[in-house]
Structures are given as C-alpha cells and as structure tokens.
C-alpha cells in the first residue's frame, strides 16, 4: 500500500499553478528547478522525432508526483511534459522540495514509493507495449482515466476529462484510425456508451477490466 501524504503538506513548500492544454509544462533538455503535484486534469512526457511521430513516454493524472525523479539528479530532462487537458497543479521548487524530504520522513516514504512506482509503471508499460493488442492497451487506459470519477465497480462512469482520439492515439503510441476503430469495437461489445464533446462513458469497470484480463 502506497503511502498517504497530505496535498496540503505540498502547498507549505510550494504555489498553485496552472497550464493550458498543449502549453509545455517543461521542455526536453532543461534541467529542471521544479517538480509537479498534479491536482486536475493530465500531462504526458513525450518527444517528437524527426519524422514528426509523437512518442509518449508517462502519462500523469491527478494525484501524480511529476518530475520527482530528476529533484535527485542534474541530468537534463530527456522528454517534454506538455498537458493533453488544462491542469491546476503544486510547483514545489527544488530547494524546498529536497529540503523537506531531508526533514519529513513521512515524506520521504512517500517519495520512495512514489519512485518504485514509477519504475514499475514503466516496466509494465513496456511489457503491455510488446505483449498486448491495442484493445487491450486502451481498455487498460480508459481504466486508469475512469479511477477518480468512479462510484464503484459497477455503475456507469463517465470520464470528467475531455480526450481527443488524437490524443488517445498519442498517449498509446498509436495511429488515430485505430484509435476510431477499436473504440467502436469496444461500444459494439457494450463496454463503452455513446457520449459527446470527446468524453467517454464505461459501461462498467469491473466488465472493462474483465475484457482486459481475458
């Protein structure tokens, strides 16, 4: 079980910000002066190569830690954080973030579980990448989107967060037309329901999550 840490703890050592959708957070090659609690909305990391092709590298709702990893190094970030919807988030300086993990040894149980998290997540991230079908990814996705609105495991949810295909197909690392096609391929088997204006509506968590581990 992950650690608790109070929101409130991170706004003594920083300040409230927010950014626009598709304004870069951070660009790739800076060395960073701060790290990210992310309140509301999402970021991702991601680089664009020579061909224009997007790459995601992480993906970070509310409730993320962002750029924990390089408060301890002086490497330069490797990927751009941009936001795929507005965000409100904590930005805690460097300074004053190293120094309350110094101090604050809840804090740094917090940090350390944070940090294998995220290396888990990548591992995982990897594995799914090279070993599920695109459904499969997307059910996995949309499961992860749905966390902070859900009642239950049963009830409908509806994502609070407009997403794009566009940027769902960034966030996979996959084209937009199958994006399109294997939404339709999940409402078709009534795990996703009509919505509008880019939102999207679970039948069921329990039954997505099913689909997903079949």
Not at 25 to 52: F, K, M, Q, W
Request: proline share 3%.
């Amino acid at each position: 079980m992950a650690a608790q840490y109070d929101v409130q703890c991170f706004e003594t050592m920083g300040r409230r910000t927010t950014c626009r959708k598709g304004e870069p957070l951070v660009r790739a090659g800076l060395h960073p002066d701060a790290c990210y609690y992310v309140t509301r909305g999402c970021a991702i990391s991601c680089e664009v190569d020579e061909n224009g092709y997007t790459r995601c590298w992480g993906i970070h709702g509310p409730g993320s830690l962002v750029l924990c990893e390089e408060m301890f190094s002086d490497r330069p970030l490797a990927a751009d954080l941009v936001p795929v919807t507005d965000c409100e988030l904590l930005r805690m300086e460097r300074t004053a973030f190293l120094a309350a993990v110094r101090q604050d040894s809840v804090l740094r149980l917090y940090v350390l579980q944070t940090l294998s998290q995220h290396y888990l997540d990548a591992v995982d991230g990897l594995r799914r990448a090279t070993t599920q079908t695109i459904d499969k990814r997307l059910c996995g996705l949309l499961l992860s989107m749905a966390g902070p609105y859900a009642r239950d495991e049963d009830s409908e949810v509806l994502i609070g967060e407009a997403f794009s295909q566009k940027t769902i197909a960034i966030m996979l690392n996959a084209n937009r037309i199958t994006i399109t096609r294997t939404m339709q391929k999940l409402r078709e088997a009534g795990l996703l329901r009509p919505s509008r204006n880019q939102h999207y509506r679970i039948a069921s968590l329990r039954q997505l999550r099913a689909y997903m581990e079949a």
